[in-house]
């Protein structure tokens, strides 16, 4: 086996950690859908802004001192404290909270039973709402985000996979951060699933996924449920901020992980959560391997910006529901 | 007392069926087409010109543009900016392999290859509908900006990977470049907007109108009292990619004079002008107006008042300026999801009975 042929699989099993990673903003979408039938496209600010809240955190920024400074002359920027990682995730996972419950107290309720589009747009209005928030609260400068996970490249696999290849074969490179990535991500979609099948709540969501109406008719109430759901989207945000955040530096880009979760939304189905997972595996694996083996050969590199897009596009053609979506039908 | 329509009979169906039917309105409309061709071209200089006036007009043609396709045809596109690139892209093409070809003949000729790529796109929105016709619109708005980054040939591979206009005039008046005068520039995007804005008015009222109207109320409907989805849908995407190629043309060739792809054409623009539709009203061509009037004035006040008079760091002012664009399309959409247009419309239906509303 030639050295290009591992190449190729180790392109492969980067293409699949790249793939989890999407499914993992894919998945707020997601659950936000089901519940609520709201398009929910602040969900990569949301990503930010909660690494952002993180990283304020745990290196005790003071909140909104660029403005203070420019109000009031003063120059205050930090307390001079260090927060430890875990107490830093559990207040931003507070902060997530509390801002699903405005978000439902200020938006959603005013707009229930207004048109789809209309919800879309409310929620790409909170997308720059957020943004400048986020920025305003805790600047804009790129920041570093640690909390504890290991970085740069596994040793152990490489050493142990070097022999495969001949001479010109080093292993397969696989990054820490990303194995952590995938295992966190499967834990988290399993979590998730028991959650939706074996408690109360769980149940709960899954009644207003099917039918709001009936689901209020027996007693559920949407607006506990949606604070619920945003709070979920919030905590699915908060890791995959997580990750993205120690992976490149929490800046605005992150942000548009986003607009790279809408292809593998329509791949896999808006409203299925097997769905986002088999669909941010195929987008994931799909844009590395046809970059390695088509874009950079031949198109001179860069496919991966649109690749998804094209993918999805055409599968559409043929399947406009997804893989795993409803089936749309459609009576006059 | 003064705006009603008591005391105005119509004696002809074309009386009848005439844009501004109500007195008042019509002469608002020769009054501000008057002062917009006698009295602006005097007393505009570079910063309003170049800040406010040009950048309206543009958009305000793409937004008639998405207008036709959303508001009109029910079809969502994201795709915007991709086509405003096309329309750059082939207007430089044009320009610098014709040189002798008439400015005017250049930016009709873009606005009809966008047409083409536009339809191109569109044809996914007849097996597909809202939210996922929406995703799928950015598969262009992608591509295409990777695409005219890419390959050279769209730029004459010049190094920057930079596109910037020759100079053109028009009746020996510069219109591009940079010897261009402010007033000409407005002239000559006026005179696009006029045109435009007419052709979709009527556009909209006629059969094809129609047509698009019946696809986005109810399709199978339609198709049931035989309005062709195809022909209705394709000529809405043709239509409106027309409109904004025309507007990228413009944007590039006029008011920038010259762009880089990603820079120029982005995500954000596709927003921007998606702002502008859903802001100033849906299904409505002052609604384009307005919007794109809003959309342009409103950064540019904030930034007066953070920067010029609180003189605050111009980093803080457009954070602050994120948050109140988010918050009031937030705002506008819970107290006015009609937007503008709409106000407008409950206004002047007020202004009808007064003083006397019972």
């Known amino acids: ?332 | 007392m003064l705006y009603r329509e008591a005391g105005d009979f119509k004696t002809s169906y074309a009386k009848d069926q005439q844009t501004f039917p109500i007195a008042l309105d019509r002469w608002g409309y020769f009054l501000t087409i008057a002062v917009a061709v006698l009295v602006v071209p005097f007393i505009l200089n570079d910063y309003w010109s170049n800040a406010v006036v040009l950048p309206f007009l543009i958009y305000a043609i793409a937004a008639i543009g998405l207008n036709i396709l959303i508001g009109y045809c029910g079809q969502v596109s994201l795709g915007s900016g991709g086509f405003m690139a096309v329309g750059a892209y082939a207007s430089y093409k044009l320009m610098t392999a014709f040189p002798e070809l008439n400015i005017v003949f250049v930016v009709i000729l873009s606005g009809g290859i966008t047409a083409l790529v536009g339809m191109l796109f569109g044809l996914p929105s007849l097996r597909i509908k809202g939210f996922y016709l929406a995703v799928a619109t950015l598969a262009a708005q992608f591509f295409l900006v990777w695409l005219f980054n890419k390959v050279p040939w769209f730029y004459n591979y010049s190094a920057s990977g930079q596109i910037s206009a020759p100079e053109r005039s028009l009746f020996g008046f510069a219109v591009t470049g940079a010897n261009a005068h402010p007033a000409t520039s407005y002239l000559f995007c006026l005179g696009f907007v006029f045109v435009m804005a007419w052709a979709a008015r009527n556009m909209t009222r006629g059969a094809n109108g129609r047509k698009w109207m019946a696809i986005r109320d109810m399709d199978i409907a339609a198709e049931i009292i035989g309005v062709d989805p195809l022909k209705a849908k394709l000529t809405a995407f043709g239509v409106s990619s027309f409109y904004i190629g025309i507007s990228g043309a413009l944007l590039f060739s006029v008011y920038l004079g010259a762009a880089e792809v990603g820079e120029a054409f982005g995500i954000e623009k596709s927003f921007l002008i998606l702002f502008m539709v859903i802001i100033g009203g849906l299904g409505s061509m002052f609604g384009s107006f307005a919007g794109a009037a809003f959309m342009i004035l409103m950064p540019v006040l904030l930034k007066n008042i953070m920067v010029g008079q609180m003189d605050w760091p111009t980093d803080l002012a457009s954070h602050f300026q994120f948050v109140i664009v988010g918050g009031l399309i937030i705002i506008f959409l819970i107290v006015e999801p009609h937007g503008l247009a709409q106000l407008w419309r409950l206004t002047k239906e007020k202004l009808r009975l007064w003083p006397f509303p019972h």
Do not use: C
């Open chain 1, 1 to 332: 086996m030639s050295a290009n042929f591992y190449y190729g699989i180790e392109v492969f099993l980067n293409g699949m950690m790249a793939g989890v990673l999407y499914s993992l903003v894919a998945l707020g979408f997601v659950l936000i859908f089901k519940a609520s039938g709201i398009f929910n496209y602040a969900q990569g600010v949301m990503a930010l802004f909660a690494a952002l809240t993180l990283v304020g955190f745990q290196n005790g920024q003071i909140p909104f001192s660029h403005l203070i400074n420019a109000i009031f002359g003063t120059n205050i920027h930090h307390f001079g404290w260090h927060l430890p990682a875990l107490f830093a995730i559990i207040l931003t996972l507070m902060v997530m909270i509390l801002f699903a419950y405005l978000v439902e107290k200020y938006i959603l309720k005013h707009l229930v039973n207004q048109e789809p589009i209309i919800l879309f747009m409310a929620t790409i209005g909170l997308a720059y709402f957020m943004e400048g928030f986020g920025d305003l609260m805790w600047g804009a400068d790129i920041k570093k985000l640690d909390v504890g996970l290991p970085q740069g490249g596994n040793t152990w696999l490489e050493e142990k996979t070097a022999f495969l290849g001949g001479p010109d074969f080093y292993g397969f490179y696989l990054d820490n951060l990303d194995i952590w990535a995938t295992a966190f991500a499967g834990l988290l979609v399993v979590s998730l699933v028991l959650f939706s099948q074996y408690t109360k709540t769980g149940r709960a969501l899954r009644a207003v996924a099917d039918d709001h109406q009936a689901a209020l008719s027996v007693g559920i109430s949407l607006r506990a449920i949606w604070v619920i759901v945003w709070s979920i989207a919030g905590f699915v945000a908060l890791v995959a901020g997580i990750m993205w955040g120690s992976k490149s530096g929490v800046q605005f880009s992150l942000s548009l992980i986003a607009l790279k979760a809408l292809p593998v939304l329509m791949l896999g189905g808006f409203t299925s959560i097997p769905g986002a997972i088999v669909g941010g595996l195929i987008i994931g694996i799909g844009e590395k391997m046809f970059e390695f083996l088509i874009g950079v050969p031949f198109l001179g590199g860069a496919t991966e910006n649109w690749f998804a897009y094209m993918l999805a596009l055409l599968f559409l053609v043929f399947r406009p529901q997804g893989l795993f979506g409803e089936k749309i039908i459609e009576r006059v």
